[in-house]
């Protein structure tokens, strides 16, 4: 077994330092979900005690064909959201902050009640009445492997799902009307449309991602509760941001949000 206590510290220190590494070393490495998991779990911890701010929902990785054939991954993971690496659209991010500033345009929801553990397996009409509402968000993506695309997926579940910070839109409660399959997503730069995209990308509907980690985190002893906020995924290709961008992620009826990097 993996020693994920030694795994969790050395992904923190880097986190904290800007540090890269090529891989976690071998005996901290882990070799399983489950392993992965409980290293993610202790990375959070380390991460809130030195940011500060509260656990305010969980991104979804890999709903989307395009990254799961970047990252060599047959199916979706999850990592976890917080305040401190959230902000208000229009935001602003700190360029040297970050390795990689991957932008991905996602749907995100916010829970009206609890989907709670041992509870499921959940329906998707089930998943769908739990819903507040719809908002459009920006996901920054960042790794802390400089060969984050082939390290394997456990690493990537223990680095939190490579989660960065969270662009937040605004909260859209009237969404049963709108076709989040069909609707059309546009990523632009600096006032130019350079990737079009639909949540169809997202497991064929955003609800299908989210009906995905109701179940995962039923099933893993955890479940999802009130207020907490759920990216779903990328609907385009990825843009790799630079200082001085401003990147928008528009939803039509659902939206729009946006993120200056200085």
């Known amino acids: 077994m993996a020693n994920i206590e030694a795994g969790a510290a050395l992904l923190a220190e880097a986190r904290v330092n800007l540090a890269r590494m090529e891989a976690l070393p071998d005996a901290a ?26 656990l305010i929902g969980y991104k979804i990785a890999c709903t989307n064909k395009l990254a799961q054939d970047l990252l060599h991954m047959p199916g979706p993971f999850h990592g976890k959201m917080f305040s401190a690496h959230s902000v208000e659209s229009p935001g602003r991010l700190r360029a040297a902050d970050f390795f990689m500033r991957v932008m991905e345009a996602e749907f995100a929801f916010r829970m009206a009640r609890d989907l709670p553990a041992g509870g499921g397996p959940f329906t998707r009409e089930q998943v769908a009445d739990a819903v507040e509402g719809v908002l459009p968000g920006i996901e920054t993506v960042d790794s802390r492997f400089t060969s984050w695309t082939t390290v394997g997926g456990p690493s990537l579940i223990a680095d939190n799902a490579c989660h960065g910070a969270w662009v937040k839109g605004v909260l859209v409660r009237d969404w049963r009307g709108i076709d989040l399959a069909a609707q059309r997503v546009e990523l632009l730069v600096n006032g130019a449309v350079i990737q079009r995209g639909s949540g169809a990308a997202v ?10 980690l109701a179940n995962d985190l039923s099933a893993r002893g955890t479940g999802l509760k009130a207020g907490q906020y759920i990216t779903t995924g990328v609907t385009t290709d990825i843009y790799l941001a630079e200082r001085g961008d401003r990147v928008e992620a528009d939803f039509g009826p659902v939206g729009r949000v946006e993120v200056q990097w200085e």
């Open 203 to 212: 497991l064929g509907h955003p609800l299908n991602a989210l009906e995905w």
């Open 29 to 54: 490495r882990p070799r399983t979900a489950e392993e992965a998991y409980a290293c993610q779990d202790l990375l959070v911890d380390r991460l809130r005690a030195h940011y500060g701010g509260e």
